[in-house]
């Protein structure tokens, strides 16, 4: 977080801090820890000391964001001293001028490592194409794979600096927000952390659409005294049936988060009074004995049953199989007695715990000498080791591999022999072959699923036996990328296929050098370069793989060429006519580069009719004046336009944050733009008339584009429309669910 210098009051910042110190050793001092304050203490002095006179954005002193952090580490996710302690010092090495040695020194090597995985790398070591925040990313995974509590500290450290975002400039808020979105809140929920992921994800929907998020807020508001009705009418039986057993439990009522319902009405094109959802149940008991837990869990659900009738396809057991982040609970959807389905989460405690702090939690109830080597978190773990030890990958690669598995929901597949595998929901045969071995993942030629023959691109199913149908002449194709969907395979295929291209390269090394001996010439990096401009290849590197490919072949006009004993003839332009070998003025070069040097990318840039000339609308999310937009300087310097909550969008904002600018629309409904609006009602006749004359007549909009298809009653279209703005969306839609059988009206894109 960025830092400014100033000095006010002294005695009242000292009093603040003081305050939250005792604050978290009272924290500390109150949990199941072994209480060594003084270490606490002693490391609260020196990071006091090393931030003395500096101050965040938000105006205060520096040492509070360590000390914030360090107790969301101790309160909300359950960690010990060497971590409270790594998170007080968490900022030390990067922004001051002691060193990992000297922390080393003073509180020893376990927390000193743990400091340096959270330090961020400082810059320019790993070559221009690479993403800062990517390297950073991938240094903390690094790190993490010796230690998980690097993770656990840095999504603390994330979880604080969304706390107090709104101090940042507009264009730093999508940034950190965007980031947080796609790889933190996913790495907190694969780690267990559901409290934390939840907060994550709803701060990150507010900087990123605060009008949605405010609206939500709202109506989750107003709608809470039903709510709470429902709640009370619905447990109140259950409340009965479990005191007869003698249980101690408790129920909570769970409310979807802003940000989930928001999801769900963009996923699935509703409006929030569609959604039914929004409350669920949680039961939480004590169980009468350890070796009970489970069937006492299976207790309360036939008690459930025999009050309520449940939706028989809705049982989700995850007590037998437990998620890779370690969730355990029996969710089971019941029928009130309004008429509606609610879902109800039956855990234990100890389930309560790991749910709510995840991996910490797993610690508080580990028996002494008891390791995790077979559980599913260390198996993610080595798989993204596995992934890490991959030679040279790409770093935007690897970050969108992992996020592959971050993001992934579980299914579970048997062996030929009947063993279960965990595998991300979307994983075909290939990435199973390559989840039980290279080197069968490398060889596979099909696969059989439930006994039935099947190509490498089938898509699994929960509860499908697989098996893997191998050949030692196959190897792996360039294709294969397309048919993997897990980071484990992914990773091991494109290392495979570097490998095969370093073979090639090899060979094509040797042709180049061949032919030039033969013809006399000496090999140095001016004639390789001039076969490079022949041949119409970048690089000198795509030369040799070509060559070891037999895609291309050295002759006499090459020999020419290199003599300058011939002009090049560009080997496939002079048969395309309408390919000028003209150069481009550089006049609009020039005016873009005008343009771009001119923007403040500290302030909102304002899109208008004059500015908007020389931007460029991203094809991927079709942004309109009114959408919640941000702006991204491409490198070859063009402005391009994206919605936030754009796929491409998050990538940007997660790898190249300093190339992202804050905008705001300020039209004057003078350009039209498209818009796609999904329709969907029932098929009474003169439907599509109706809709014509209402685009038509009462908004005078015209349509570019219109499908339509029934199908047993119902009618279902989708029309693109110029349109001005979001405003205009609004009116459309509002317009059209009032023509008669309309229960439909949404912009899909």
Same mark, same amino acid.
């Given at each position: 977080?960025?830092?400014?210098?100033?000095?006010?009051?002294?005695?009242?910042?000292?009093?603040?801090?003081?305050?939250?110190?005792?604050?978290?050793?009272?924290?500390?001092?109150?949990?199941?820890?072994?209480?060594?304050?003084?270490?606490?203490?002693?490391?609260?002095?020196?990071?006091?000391?090393a931030?003395?006179?500096v101050?965040?954005?938000?105006g205060?002193?520096?040492?509070?964001?360590p000390?914030?952090?360090?107790?969301?580490?101790?309160?909300?996710?359950?960690?010990?001293?060497?971590?409270?302690?790594?998170?007080?010092?968490?900022?030390?090495?990067?922004?001051?001028?002691?060193?990992?040695?000297?922390?080393?020194?003073?509180?020893?090597p376990?927390?000193?490592?743990?400091?340096?995985?959270? #330090?961020?790398?400082?810059?320019?070591?790993?070559?221009?194409?690479?993403?800062?925040?990517?390297?950073?990313?991938?240094?903390?995974?690094?790190?993490?794979?010796?230690?998980?509590?690097?993770?656990?500290?840095? /999504?603390?450290?994330?979880?604080?600096?969304?706390?107090?975002?709104?101090?940042?400039?507009?264009?730093?808020?999508?940034?950190?927000?965007?980031?947080?979105?796609?790889?933190?809140?996913?790495?907190?929920?694969?780690?267990?952390?559901?409290?934390?992921?939840?907060?994550l994800?709803?701060?990150?929907f507010?900087?990123?659409?605060?009008?949605?998020?405010?609206?939500?807020?709202?109506?989750?508001?107003?709608?809470?005294?039903?709510?709470?009705?429902?709640?009370?009418?619905?447990?109140?039986?259950?409340?009965?049936?479990?005191?007869?057993?003698?249980?101690?439990?408790?129920?909570?009522?769970?409310?979807?988060?802003?940000?989930?319902?928001?999801?769900?009405?963009?996923?699935?094109?509703?409006?929030?009074?569609?959604?039914?959802?929004?409350?669920?149940?949680?039961?939480?008991?004590?169980?009468?004995?350890?070796?009970?837990?489970?069937?006492?869990?299976f207790?309360?659900?036939?008690?459930?049953?025999?009050?309520?009738k449940?939706?028989?396809?809705?049982?989700?057991?995850w007590?037998?199989?437990?998620?890779?982040?370690?969730?355990q609970?029996?969710?089971?959807?019941?029928?009130?007695?309004?008429?509606?389905?609610i879902?109800?989460?039956?855990?234990?405690?100890?389930?309560?715990?790991?749910?709510?702090?995840?991996v910490?939690?797993?610690?508080?109830?580990?028996?002494?000498?008891?390791?995790?080597?077979?559980?599913?978190?260390?198996?993610?773990?080595h798989?993204?080791?596995?992934?890490?030890d991959?030679p040279?990958?790409?770093?935007?690669?690897?970050?969108?591999?992992?996020?592959?598995?971050?993001?992934a929901?579980?299914?579970?597949?048997?062996?030929?022999?009947?063993?279960i595998?965990?595998?991300?929901?979307g994983?075909?045969?290939?990435?199973?072959?390559?989840?039980?071995?290279?080197?069968?993942?490398?060889?596979?030629?099909?696969?059989k699923?439930?006994?039935?023959? &099947?190509?490498?691109?089938?898509?699994?199913?929960?509860?499908?036996?697989?098996? /893997?149908? #191998?050949?030692?002449?196959?190897?792996?194709?360039?294709?294969?990328?397309?048919?993997?969907?897990?980071?484990?395979?992914?990773?091991?295929?494109?290392?495979?296929?570097?490998?095969?291209?370093?073979?090639?390269?090899?060979?094509?090394?040797?042709i180049?050098?061949?032919?030039?001996?033969?013809?006399?010439?000496?090999?140095n990096?001016?004639?390789?370069d001039k076969?490079?401009?022949f041949?119409?290849?970048?690089?000198?590197?795509?030369?040799?793989?070509?060559?070891?490919?037999?895609?291309?072949?050295?002759?006499?006009?090459?020999?020419?060429?290199i003599?300058?004993?011939?002009?090049?003839?560009?080997?496939?332009?002079?048969?395309?006519?309408?390919i000028?070998?003209?150069?481009?003025?550089?006049?609009?070069?020039?005016?873009?580069?005008?343009?771009i040097?001119?923007?403040?990318?500290?302030?909102?840039?304002?899109?208008n009719?004059?500015?908007?000339?020389?931007?460029?609308?991203?094809?991927?999310?079709?942004?309109?004046?009114?959408?919640?937009?941000?702006?991204?300087?491409d490198?070859?310097?063009?402005?391009?336009?994206?919605?936030?909550?754009?796929?491409?969008a998050?990538?940007?904002?997660?790898?190249?944050?300093?190339? &992202?600018?804050? &905008?705001?629309?300020?039209?004057?409904?003078?350009?039209?733009?498209?818009a796609?609006?999904?329709?969907?009602?029932?098929?009474v006749?003169?439907i599509l008339?109706?809709?014509?004359?209402?685009?038509?007549?009462?908004?005078?909009?015209?349509?570019?584009?219109?499908? &339509?298809?029934t199908?047993a009653?119902?009618?279902?279209?989708?029309?693109?429309?110029?349109?001005h703005d979001?405003?205009?969306v609004?009116?459309?839609?509002?317009?059209?669910?009032?023509?008669?059988?309309i229960?439909?009206?949404?912009?899909?894109?």
């Amino acid at each position: 977080m960025s830092v400014t210098p100033a000095t006010p009051d002294p005695i009242k910042d000292e009093q603040m801090i003081n305050d939250a110190f005792r604050h978290l050793l009272d924290t500390y001092l109150a949990s199941n820890h072994r209480k060594k304050t003084e270490v606490i203490t002693k490391a609260f002095n020196f990071a006091k000391k090393a931030h003395s006179g500096v101050r965040r954005l938000s105006g205060e002193p520096y040492i509070m964001h360590p000390i914030a952090v360090a107790q969301i580490v101790c309160e909300e996710i359950g960690l010990g001293s060497t971590s409270i302690c790594a998170a007080l010092l968490h900022d030390v090495e990067e922004d001051t001028d002691y060193t990992n040695e000297d922390i080393a020194n003073l509180f020893g090597p376990k927390v000193a490592n743990i400091v340096e995985g959270l #330090t961020k790398i400082s810059g320019g070591i790993f070559g221009e194409r690479a993403s800062l925040q990517a390297e950073t990313f991938k240094k903390l995974l690094l790190t993490m794979s010796d230690d998980i509590r690097v993770i656990l500290i840095k /999504i603390a450290d994330r979880l604080h600096n969304m706390r107090t975002l709104s101090s940042m400039l507009p264009r730093k808020q999508y940034k950190v927000a965007g980031e947080t979105l796609y790889i933190y809140a996913p790495l907190a929920d694969r780690l267990g952390l559901n409290k934390i992921k939840m907060e994550l994800e709803d701060l990150s929907f507010h900087y990123e659409h605060p009008q949605e998020y405010e609206e939500i807020k709202s109506k989750l508001a107003k709608t809470q005294s039903e709510r709470e009705e429902i709640f009370n009418e619905f447990t109140a039986p259950i409340r009965k049936e479990l005191d007869k057993s003698g249980l101690k439990y408790h129920i909570l009522a769970r409310i979807k988060t802003p940000y989930s319902i928001w999801q769900k009405m963009q996923n699935k094109h509703i409006t929030f009074e569609e959604i039914y959802d929004i409350l669920a149940i949680r039961i939480i008991f004590e169980p009468s004995a350890p070796e009970k837990e489970v069937r006492e869990c299976f207790n309360i659900y036939v008690a459930l049953c025999s009050i309520y009738k449940p939706q028989p396809d809705r049982l989700r057991d995850w007590i037998s199989h437990p998620k890779a982040n370690g969730y355990q609970a029996l969710h089971v959807t019941l029928m009130s007695n309004r008429g509606e389905w609610i879902e109800v989460q039956i855990r234990s405690k100890r389930m309560d715990d790991i749910d709510e702090q995840g991996v910490a939690a797993h610690w508080k109830y580990k028996a002494p000498g008891e390791d995790y080597s077979d559980d599913e978190l260390s198996k993610w773990l080595h798989t993204i080791k596995e992934i890490l030890d991959d030679p040279q990958p790409d770093t935007l690669d690897f970050l969108d591999t992992i996020k592959l598995n971050l993001f992934a929901n579980e299914i579970l597949i048997f062996t030929p022999k009947g063993e279960i595998k965990t595998m991300p929901a979307g994983a075909t045969a290939l990435d199973f072959a390559f989840s039980i071995h290279s080197f069968l993942g490398s060889h596979c030629i099909g696969a059989k699923v439930n006994h039935k023959l &099947v190509p490498l691109s089938h898509k699994l199913q929960s509860g499908d036996q697989v098996e /893997i149908l #191998t050949s030692r002449s196959q190897h792996v194709q360039p294709e294969w990328i397309q048919y993997a969907n897990t980071a484990k395979a992914k990773g091991k295929i494109r290392a495979l296929l570097r490998r095969d291209e370093r073979e090639k390269r090899a060979v094509g090394e040797d042709i180049l050098r061949k032919f030039l001996q033969e013809k006399d010439m000496e090999i140095n990096s001016a004639v390789i370069d001039k076969l490079c401009r022949f041949h119409e290849i970048p690089t000198r590197d795509g030369l040799y793989l070509a060559l070891g490919e037999k895609s291309i072949t050295l002759n006499d006009s090459d020999a020419d060429f290199i003599q300058d004993r011939r002009r090049k003839q560009p080997s496939w332009r002079k048969f395309i006519p309408f390919i000028s070998s003209k150069p481009k003025t550089a006049e609009n070069s020039d005016i873009k580069k005008v343009f771009i040097e001119g923007i403040d990318r500290k302030k909102t840039f304002i899109i208008n009719e004059d500015s908007i000339k020389h931007c460029k609308i991203a094809e991927c999310c079709h942004p309109i004046p009114g959408d919640d937009a941000l702006g991204y300087i491409d490198p070859s310097n063009e402005f391009l336009i994206h919605r936030r909550d754009c796929p491409v969008a998050e990538k940007l904002k997660s790898n190249y944050g300093n190339r &992202v600018v804050a &905008v705001d629309w300020q039209m004057h409904h003078i350009n039209l733009y498209p818009a796609t609006i999904y329709v969907k009602g029932i098929d009474v006749q003169g439907i599509l008339m109706a809709i014509s004359e209402v685009i038509y007549k009462q908004l005078n909009l015209n349509i570019k584009k219109l499908t &339509v298809t029934t199908d047993a009653g119902i009618f279902e279209s989708e029309i693109t429309i110029n349109l001005h703005d979001t405003a205009d969306v609004k009116q459309i839609c509002s317009s059209l669910l009032g023509i008669k059988g309309i229960v439909k009206a949404v912009r899909i894109s």
